[in-house]
């Protein structure tokens, strides 16, 4: 699993707008629409790289003013228990 949230910022006039395309990208989640255009967001996916690519996307979405990544955590749940 990784997970990674952020605070997206956008022009109030944008953010309806930016917030439906975010929607489209995969594992994302869109928990807040604040009125000054501030968008709280959360990626979901099984992989780094998806993740990885699913925050750049957002970085690349026209109108967004900025992305801050405020928190990220990554677990392998995959390790074989015979391992350990």
């Known amino acids: 699993m990784n997970l990674a949230s952020l605070v997206v910022h956008t022009l109030p006039s944008d953010s309806e707008q930016i917030a439906g395309q975010l ?8 928990h807040a629409n ?18 990885a ?12 003013i900025s992305a801050a990544i405020t928190f990220q955590y990554s677990d392998d749940s995959e390790t074989d228990e015979s391992e350990t």
């Open 23 to 30: 929607l489209g990208l995969p594992g994302v989640e869109i």
């Open 34 to 51: 604040t009125d000054d255009g501030r968008l709280v967001v959360t990626v979901d996916n099984d992989t780094p790289q998806v993740t």
């Open 53 to 64: 690519d699913t925050l750049q996307a957002i970085h690349e979405t026209r109108g967004v």
